[in-house]
């Protein structure tokens, strides 16, 4: 379970390498069993992870783990007399030649469930049964049932998932790790005691004991003092003896004798050896009583006082710890210990040694490593907004424009006069404006009408507009389509009287709507009919209708914003969460974020940001944190992460010794391989990497290459290469426009590739080129051609071998799936259909620039390392 925490890769390794420990020569005892089982663990880590796995196993962090699975098994349950058994959706057997007769009829019973803790063999198919395999690792019949499972799952037959099972678990408990306490009652019966022998008189008086290499009494280094003087052992114990029992008088202290004790029991601390003082610590603070007596004649320095005191006064000023209170920090994590236990900070640790061992590999030590790991690159909890300044909205009031606002005062200097807390200003600037996308025909739009509605009426000083999502095909009858019913009866309103009369019209359709229930053709007709009787309301609704503004328009813009599932509410640009969308959240959520909002407000006019003549809008939307397009799957806290710290001297055009590298060596033989596409020839700092998967050969993944490279040209800061996933069999044909930018980042400038690779990304291109047309039509200015034609030409098919096998087994992509890799950070797989665009390496970048990019390059700059390495 430890490795696995690490990768999965490692806890199937680790299954291959500890097979049969369970039966093979470990004289039978709990400890060579142990040891042996750290052997065959020890490959896979390094020797601080070592320390940290025993560490975790005296902790026993992962008993309630396993526990778990055994439970999860015990729920099956097993089927009568099998150590290890098969679960194929619901049914169960310990015999292998069953097996397949329960795989044939898999299909017919739904899947098991997974949990987010199983142990899932990779595998190249995962539409395939689910074969869940309960077992002990090391157990004899473990390692055979286990060799067959891996090759049906290789042969994409089955999805193998392991379960830890113990058939006849040990009936003792587990023995904890800590102390125990005893609370023994005084008893007030008299008992005779032979008091001749006195015994115990060590016990209670120090932790260290007499083969302790220090073993300090009163000031006398007994350890020491048996080393200089090996014959006097005996007498030793009896100096040792004496000086004991007469410290252990507690005798009490005058209060002078008080006044320093701390300061004195630091010095007696400092002054020990430093590679026992620790031990003197311990010591001392777990015997002080009966050591106290001895610490008071300790002379302490002045040196020393003078620093404690400082120390106080800074951690008072700076992290708030009063005199006498304990703080612990690890690598300058503060560690809050009344809401950590021993198990959350092996995970602290676990982490930091992750980072630093990291950090280690790629070169970085002593004073830098300390620098970078004090780099602040958390992803910032910036929220992003997306411009609202679309024609595709309808707004449906103004305050700046309309009548019905016209008592209000204008001018921004409002918003610093002082009013009671919690007072809404009333403004006439659109301060806070409010989008409402929405499908018409959805049951949920009804309420967010209704809190529209309410906000309007009672004047909250809020702009509202709609989007309507509706069907965007050419020819659609209004007739037969709620949705575009909806639209285009409120397009007919706007253009025979007003926004706002629009929107009493919207109100009066869903109030015919009963809770949810979606809206009808009927409802809208029957509100025309009602407050229009002299219209044709076919040629309002119909397919002819002129009443069609912003349909297309509307769909565009949402699908062009990215942001998530219908519906949607923006507050100046920024969405509502999911859970805010409810009408009574919705109604308080808004009133709070314009209260949060004028506070920004206020500071922008206070400091002249934003003066009187400006357009509010204009001001809002130039803000840093509003992008063209959010992107829910970039935006997420959720990431993954490839691990590049690895490093080795292969590269991926040797497929065969590529193939048999684990991922981290793939990682670092793919990154060794790397050439890439920059906007100028020079030596600059590039603070943000993109790889780009997918397979060339089809438009989605040129499409997505060249929307890349046309984000490079806007942006000084990114390079790019290429991972090609060929959606089929490669063979020389089919793989043209791969070998093509291949040997152009092999052979020529970095300026030239890119010209070239642009062209080869283009559709025109592939179609020309799929019909014959020689490649040397493409060459761009300034290339070398005989120099790419010859690699061109001669290029064995091995790296595009080593990348299809790298984005099958360490990106886990399916074969032609598309992903962007964006300084190690994994995004993906994207869909076959999913938009990723311009504007979407745009917020990309811009959140790596934030978070770490920048920061990081400025320490490399720092480092003046060569900028390839």
Known sequence: EFLAEDSQEKFWNFVEASQNIGSSDHHGTDYSYYHAILEAAFQFLSPLQQNLLKFCLSLRSYSATIQAFQQIAANE????????????????????????????????????????????????????????????I???????????????????????????????????????????????IKSTEYKAKDDTQVKGTEVNTTVIGENDPIDEVQGFLFGKLRDLHPDLKEQLKELRKHLVESTNEMAPLKVWQLQDLSFQAAARILSAPVELALVVMKDLSQNFPTKARAITKTAVSSELRTEVEENQKYFKGTLGIQPGDSALFINGLHIDLDTQDIFSLFDVLRNEARVMEGLHRLGIEGIALHNILKLNIQPSEADYAVDIRSSAISWVNNLEADSRYNSWPSSLQELLRPTFPGVIRQIRKNL???????????????????????????????????????????????????????????????????????????????????????????????VLEKKYPYVEVNS?????????????????????????????????????????????????ITMHKILETTTFFQRAVYLGELSHDQDVVEYIMNQ?????????????????????????????????????????????????????????????IRPVTFWIVGDFGTPSGRQLLYDAIKHQKSSNNVRISMINNPSE??????????????????????NSAKNFITKMA????????????????????????????????????????????????????KKGQRAVISNGRIIGPLEDSELFNQDDFHLLENIILKTSGQKIKSHIQQLRVEEDV
């Open 540 to 588: 309002i609704l119909g397919i002819d209708s002129a009443y069609d503004q912003n349909r297309k328009e509307g769909r565009g813009y949402y699908e062009q914003t990215g942001v998530g599932p219908l519906p949607v509410v923006l507050f100046n640009g920024m969405p509502f969460e999911k859970e805010q969308l409810d009408p009574d959240e919705l109604e308080t």
């Open 729 to 750: 069999e490669i063979n020389y044909e089919n793989t043209q426009i791969a070998r093509a930018i291949w040997a152009a980042l092999q052979t020529q400038t970095s």
């Open 138 to 184: 090391g157990y004899e019949n473990f390692s055979n049932f286990h060799h067959q499972l891996i090759s049906k799952s290789n042969l994409g037959k089955i999805n193998y998932v392991f379960r830890h099972y113990l058939s006849n678990p040990r009936r003792e408990p587990v023995h904890l790790s800590g102390y125990g306490v005893e609370l023994a």
């Open 762 to 813: 283009k559709e025109e291109t592939a179609e020309a080129l799929a019909i014959g047309a020689d490649i040397g039509e493409f060459s761009v200015g300034g290339m070398d051609f005989s120099l790419f034609k010859e690699v061109f030409e001669s290029s064995k098919m091995d790296f595009i071998l080593s990348h299809a096998v790298y984005c099958r087994d360490v990106l886990k992509l």
């Open 624 to 684: 840093p944190n509003v992008v063209p397009r959010i992107n829910s799957r970039i935006l997420t806290a959720e990431r993954e992460y490839l691990d590049l710290t690895a490093s080795n001297n292969f590269f991926v055009d040797d497929y065969a010794r590529f193939s048999v590298l684990d991922s981290q060596g793939k990682t670092a033989a793919l990154a060794n391989s790397m050439n890439y596409l920059t906007k100028k020839d020079d030596s600059f």
């Open 432 to 526: 806070h404006n409010m989008v409402i996308i929405v499908d018409p025909a959805h049951e949920a739009t009804a309420e967010l009408i209704n809190t529209a509605e309410m906000f309007l009426s009672n004047h909250i000083p809020l702009r509202i507009g709609f989007v309507f999502v509706v069907n965007d095909s050419e020819d659609v009858d209004g007739m037969q389509d709620a949705g575009v019913a909806v639209l285009r009866a409120y397009n007919y309103v706007v253009q025979e009287v007003d926004d706002y009369h629009a929107f009493q019209t919207l109100t009066h359709i869903y109030n015919k709507v009963r809770t949810g229930e979606k809206v009808k053709v009927e409802h809208v007709i029957s």
């Open 77 to 136: 349950p097993p089927p009568e007399g099998c150590d290890s058994f098969f679960s194929v959706h619901g049914k169960k057997t310990c015999d292998f030649h069953t097996l397949e007769t329960l795989l044939l009829t898999a299909s017919e019973r739904p899947k098991p469930l997974l949990f987010k803790g199983d142990h899932r063999y990779p595998s190249s198919n995962p539409e395939s049964p689910v074969v869940i395999f309960y077992s002990e």
